[in-house]
């Protein structure tokens, strides 16, 4: 079968190099050879992260983690911030691991603002709050520093952040932040095969998971945190994963970090000028777009247009590209094209000539 290149908002294509690297020959996950590889991108993962706490490593979706902060970090009731299919989620998520729970729920295409979250923490009710700071299903970024500048308000609440399609394309300073948890899975941006991911806590967000008695195992973070001090994981690792993690921080600090923002961040923009061009407008509020993927509005707002989603997908998958045709309740009336991880200006102009035959046909 002939290889269709994805431009979906996840899993994300993967480079040849980085796949060579994921089928590096098995060593033992408990031997000097995987402490050695884990010590090698610690201070890589701490330099992408701006941190100077140990990141971990999970051998799990996010959903793992995510589930997992919970259960650590919301002993008292936790505000699950609402504004898309996975933000909507983490709200069940935490009733389905008998967590009180509470949903500040915005309309799908806002984001979640700062004035939002200090009204409801402000009633005390609250010892952890999960966000998401890039919503897959609706290509929103919510302003991640405006809500964290509320921690010195509320240095006791937890906060929990998903960065599962924003972490490696944008900078994420978690020391500064003054976040609790920043986790994201390696599918996204990190254009890695899904089956891991990547997570810092802050020394409060360990004080307070060690008085949780129900925390379980696997997600415990006082066992990451005392593994990671060992360069090991609590759990067997996907060792294929962390070779690939490997090569791929090694691509990442050779492009620089700044250099790979501005690049995600161009590439967006070039997908919503393709968007315009075509008479598309876009879903998310003006100003809170993704620049990892760009969510299309399918004639969902007066003056924009619509075309039949699946036979553009079709005629776009035809000439060797998928792209998605929306998620949720919003599937047929978006679409999503990404641009994250390993994409370049001239890979993209690949995928837009594909979109401008397309579009001919339609």
């Not at 490696?168 to 020391?175: E, G, I, T």
């Not at 005392?226 to 690792?237: C, G, I, L, R, V």
């Not at 998310?284 to 004639?299: F, I, M």
Request: hydrophobic share 40%; proline share 4%.
């Amino acid at each position: 079968m002939a290889h269709v290149k994805l431009h979906i908002p996840g899993p994300v294509e993967v480079s040849e190099k980085t796949f060579k690297a994921f089928c590096s020959p098995m060593i033992g996950h408990r031997g000097q050879g995987f402490k050695d590889l884990y010590a090698k991108i610690q201070p890589q993962l701490q330099q992408l992260l701006y941190t100077k706490q140990l990141v971990y490593l999970s051998t799990s979706s996010a959903w793992g983690v995510m589930e997992g902060a919970v259960r650590n970090l919301a002993q008292k009731k936790v505000l699950n911030c609402m504004c898309g299919a996975f933000s909507d989620k983490w709200f069940d998520v935490s009733k389905k691991c008998g967590t009180q729970a509470e949903a500040l729920q915005v309309p799908w295409g806002s984001p979640i603002r700062a004035e939002q979250i200090d009204a409801k923490l402000a009633t005390g009710e609250f010892d952890a709050l999960t966000v998401i700071h890039n919503e897959t299903s609706t290509g929103v970024m919510s302003p991640i520093a405006e809500i964290a500048a509320l921690k010195k308000k509320y240095p006791d609440v937890m906060f929990i952040v998903d960065a599962v399609s924003s972490m490696s394309a944008v900078k994420l300073d978690f020391d500064a932040l003054g976040l609790d948890v920043l986790l994201a899975g390696t599918q996204k941006a990190f254009a890695l095969p899904p089956g891991t991911a990547v997570f810092v806590c802050s020394p409060a967000a360990l004080a307070k998971a060690a008085t949780a008695k129900d925390r379980g195992y696997y997600f415990d973070f006082v066992e990451f945190q005392k593994n990671a001090e060992q360069n090991m994981t609590p759990s067997t690792p996907s060792i294929g994963h962390i070779y690939a993690l490997a090569s791929k921080l090694d691509d990442i600090f050779a492009e620089g970090l700044e250099a790979r923002f501005v690049r995600h961040a161009k590439l967006a923009g070039l997908t919503r000028a393709w968007a315009a061009r075509h008479g598309f407008t876009t879903f998310p509020d003006a100003g809170y777009e993704s620049v990892t993927l760009t969510c299309v509005n399918n004639g969902a707002k007066p003056g924009g247009r619509a075309v039949d989603v699946p036979k553009l997908q079709k005629l776009v998958k035809d000439q060797g590209f998928l792209i998605d045709g929306g998620y949720g309740k919003i599937k047929g009336t978006t679409f999503r094209i990404s641009n994250m991880g390993d994409e370049t200006e001239a890979t993209m102009n690949q995928l837009y000539a594909a979109l401008d035959n397309a579009m001919k046909q339609l």
